[in-house]
């Protein structure tokens, strides 16, 4: 059974600091998604990530996967406060034939001036 | 432009009713889902579907049902709701799973079941 866990689960930072969150995920995948969303809205896609070492990066975030580790990271540069948010990671559990996404509990981003 | 439309967007419902989410979309995609999203949990997939006329359980499948008649509908069901499903839904729908392509996620459903 594939889960997905990630951390930190909350996560309260000062504008300008750099911090990261960790997903990591229990069986083999190589299609990973970040996705974030605002209170009371649906799920921003951020990132695609879909082989070993896949790096995005997109304005203060940048996304990283390293399927021999099965972890990826969301890396916040010199945050502000437009970033709180909550950030979630999907692991496309696609074998097969349907594909779904498993994810994680969310991280609840606070940027604070 | 629409994408994923979901309906309705609030709802409350009492205790032994029953009620439909509908999920449409416009972008001809094969694969659709049903996910609830509660607080502290991240989203937990119910009912899926790879096809028109196509349907599975997911990992919360219990107390819901689903259909997929059109390719463009994807439709859940709560034949006696209970509090415990007190919610936010959200369907998706994919082109092809596993690709560049992703999913796309509709607006959501709050649903209260008091």
């Known amino acids: 059974e594939l889960k997905v866990e990630q951390n930190p689960l909350f996560l309260s930072m000062q504008e300008g600091k750099n911090y990261t969150i960790y997903c990591n995920y229990s069986?083999?995948?190589?299609?990973l998604y970040w996705y974030r969303q605002d209170p009371g809205k649906s799920l921003e896609s951020l990132f695609v990530l879909l082989s070993n070492g896949a790096v995005k990066q997109e304005g203060r975030l940048m996304a990283s996967l390293d399927t021999k580790a099965r972890l990826s990271t969301l890396h916040i540069t010199a945050a502000v406060h437009d970033l709180s948010a909550t950030y979630f990671c999907a692991v496309d559990n696609y074998g097969g034939s349907q594909g779904n996404l498993i994810f994680g509990k969310g991280t609840k981003l606070s940027v604070k001036p | 432009n629409a994408g994923v439309t979901q309906t309705p967007k609030f709802r409350v419902l009492k205790t032994g009713q029953s009620m439909t989410l509908l999920c449409a979309q416009d972008m001809n995609h094969e694969y659709m889902y049903w996910y609830r999203q509660d607080p502290g949990m991240g989203l937990r997939l119910i009912h899926y579907s790879v096809g028109e006329g196509t349907t599975a359980k997911g990992e919360v499948p219990d107390g819901y049902n689903v259909s997929r008649l059109k390719k463009q509908n994807f439709l859940l069901g709560l034949e006696s709701a209970a509090p415990s499903q007190t919610s936010v839904y959200f369907c998706?729908?994919?082109?092809?799973?596993?690709?560049?392509?992703?999913?796309?996620f509709g607006s959501g459903t709050r649903l209260t079941v008091v």
């Open positions: 998706a729908s994919s082109w092809r799973p596993g690709t560049v392509y992703g999913y796309t």
């Open positions: 069986t083999t995948s190589d299609r």
